[in-house]
């Protein structure tokens, strides 16, 4: 029983931890999605910006 009550106490500490895991995995990604977005907006706002000079 003793083996039993540390194997359910193992299994739910690395359960756990893997959801804070993917939780930075996500908040990460959400950051480094907006940074991108934001990124590309300009860029596109650079070249039109770019071409409209020329004329």
């Known amino acids: 029983m003793k083996k039993i009550n540390l194997l359910l106490f193992a299994l739910a500490v690395v359960a756990l931890s893997g959801c804070s895991v993917i939780g930075g ?22 070249i039109i910006s770019a071409f409209r000079g020329r004329s």
């Open 25 to 46: 995995i996500f908040k990460a990604g959400a950051a480094v999605g907006i940074i991108s977005v934001i990124v590309v907006i300009l860029i596109i706002i650079w």
